[in-house]
């Protein structure tokens, strides 16, 4: 959520005022060090820039900010791993060979887009995960940025929408803890779970956490049902 924060401020400021933004709840709990560090930073220009230190700032305490104003540290031990490197610098002809092969087979990414996992999860591991509840504990720091999305939402006049994706061992996960946290923030939330629990099935999945090819299209409708829902108001 640190990170989605500060993307939407970037193109704010580039003047792409959003209409509505829905945020992936998952994000709530993630570890701001493993992100921020790896991939807060991609417009590398952008870095020094004033009002971009004063924003790191607000995230780190003095003697953090090392690692974020030089993101490379973050990779150090990586560069006394020479596989690690080959795998940098292998020639483009034969990583496009490898993605055009995973097309071919229906699997994985291609290069202009998403190609979605048509795979099934497996019956035991599905009624395996079902039963094993997820550990859904959203960080301060996180919940702290989430706040600064709606201060911005009211300053630019867009909505938010909290959305958690469907997954397997979100059937058996309690989220009672948090709801109570959201839902002073006044803003609307969908557990998929547990909202649209109906409308899927174990052919929806791809492993514990992920949707398969099909899901993806379940869950895209979904939310073209919602944000139609919320934009109606």
Do not use: C
């Not at 790191?56 to 003095?62: N, W």
């Not at 973050?74 to 006394?80: C, S």
């Not at 409308?199 to 492993?207: C, G």
């Amino acid at each position: 959520t640190a990170h989605s924060e500060f993307l939407l401020q970037h193109m704010i400021d580039t003047g792409k005022v959003p209409n509505v933004v829905v945020l992936e709840m998952n994000t709530l709990t993630s570890n701001i060090e493993d992100t921020v560090q790896v991939s807060f930073f991609n417009d590398y220009s952008r870095t020094w820039q004033p009002e971009t230190l004063q924003r790191i700032a607000g995230y780190y305490a003095p003697d953090q900010l090392l690692a974020p104003l030089f993101p490379l540290i973050h990779q150090h031990e990586n560069w006394q791993k020479p596989y690690i490197l080959n795998n940098n610098i292998d020639p483009l002809l034969e990583r496009q060979q490898i993605i055009e092969k995973e097309i071919a087979q229906n699997e994985g990414y291609q290069n202009e887009g998403f190609r979605a996992y048509s795979y099934l999860i497996s019956k035991e591991a599905y009624q395996k995960a079902i039963t094993q509840p997820y550990d859904f504990s959203p960080t301060d720091i996180n919940m702290r940025a989430l706040e600064q999305i709606l201060e911005l939402s009211e300053t630019y006049g867009f909505k938010v929408v909290l959305v958690h994706a469907p997954y397997p061992a979100g059937f058996a996960t309690d989220y009672s803890l948090v709801k109570p946290e959201l839902e002073q923030l006044d803003v609307p939330v969908y557990f998929l779970n547990e909202t649209h629990s109906h409308a899927f099935t174990a052919l929806d999945f791809l492993d514990k956490t992920h949707t398969n090819a099909h899901g993806a299209i379940t869950t895209s409708l979904l939310l073209s049902e919602i944000l139609a829902v919320q934009t109606e108001r």
